[in-house]
C-alpha cells in the first residue's frame, strides 16, 4: 500500500511484527525465496478437504482463479500437494498472484507467487472480468440459487468482496457442507453421515441475497454449489442435483435435507471416488 507523505504525521515501527497470525518472518512469504516442493505431511481427509478437492476440479490448466476464505483457502493447498499449483494462477484479493495463497490464521499470505499487487489494484482487475473460476463461500442457497454469504446466526456481517468477485466471474463454485450445526461424518471410499447436521442450507428463501442467481443466469454464468455428498448447477429452472457422493442414499441424505426440492439430472453421476481417498489424488496425472 502507498500512502502520499503529506497524509502522514507519524509513523510507528514495531521491530516484532509478525508476518501473520502464525508466522514471525518468512522469506517465502517475502518473496526473497522459492520455496521447493518436497514431501511433506498432506492435509487431514476431512469434509473441508474433500470439497476444496471437488471445487479444485473445476479449475481448467491455465485459469486465472479467486480462493474467497473459508474451504477455498484449502485450494492452494492441495494443488500444492497435487504438484500442479504451477499450471493454474491462483489468488487472492489481498494480493498473492499466482503460486500457492496460504489458509486460516495465515490467510492473505502466499509462496511461489508471480506478484504481490495492491489490494485495491485487484479489485480493480476482477471487475474488470479478469478471473476464469472463483470459488467461493455459501452460508445459504435457495431454489432460484440466491445466495447469502452475510447474514446468518442472528448477525449481519460485511459481505466484502464477495459481490464484485461474483458478479464478473464466468465460472463460480459456491462451496460448503449441506448441512451445518453437529454435522459429522466418517470418509472411507465416500461420505457416511454420522450425525446429521440440525441446520439447513439449503431454503426455500435466502434471508438476504449476496449473489442472485437470476442475474446470473442472464449474465450466462457458469454456477456449481459444491458440498462434502452432492454438487448442483445452475440451470434455467434453477437447481439441478448432478453428482452423489459414494454412499450416499439420494433421497434420505441429500435431497431430504434441503428446505425445496430440486430437479434431478436424469444423468446424475457419482462423485469422483478420489475425493475420499486418503493419498494424492494424482491430478497431474489429468492434464
Sequence with gaps: ?????????????????????????????????????GPEPPLPLDVRKVIARRSLLEFPRGAICNLGF?????????????????????????GIFGGVPVAGNEGGAGFNYQAMIDQPYMFDFYDGGGLDVASLSFAE????????????????????????????TRKINFVGTLTARGLQVEIRDGIHVTNEGSLAKFVPKVREI????????????????IT???????????????????GIDVEGQVLSQMGFRPRVADDLR?????????????LAADR
Design 228 to 246: 462434502e455428498r452432492a454438487v448442483f448447477a445452475l440451470e434455467d429452472g434453477g437447481l439441478v442435483l448432478t453428482e452423489v457422493a459414494p
Design 141 to 168: 442457497v435457495d431454489a432460484d440459487g440466491n445466495v447469502n454469504v452475510h447474514a446468518f446466526e442472528g448477525r449481519v456481517r460485511g459481505a466484502g468482496g464477495f459481490p464484485n468477485i461474483s458478479a464478473r
Design 1 to 37: 500500500m502507498k500512502v502520499p507523505a503529506a497524509l502522514i504525521d507519524h509513523v510507528y515501527v514495531d521491530p516484532d511484527q509478525w508476518q501473520t497470525y502464525m508466522t514471525q518472518d518468512s522469506p517465502y512469504y517475502a518473496g526473497a525465496l522459492r520455496r521447493p516442493a
Design 70 to 94: 473459508g474451504i477455498s483457502q484449502l485450494i492452494g493447498r492441495v494443488a500444492w500437494e497435487e504438484g500442479i499449483s504451477d499450471q493454474l494462477v491462483l489468488t487472492v484479493e489481498q
Design 210 to 225: 449476496s449473489f442472485n442467481g437470476r442475474l446470473a443466469r442472464e449474465r450466462g454464468q457458469q454456477v456449481r454449489y
Design 270 to 282: 457419482t462423485m469422483d471416488p478420489r475425493l475420499y481417498a486418503t493419498g494424492p489424488m494424482g
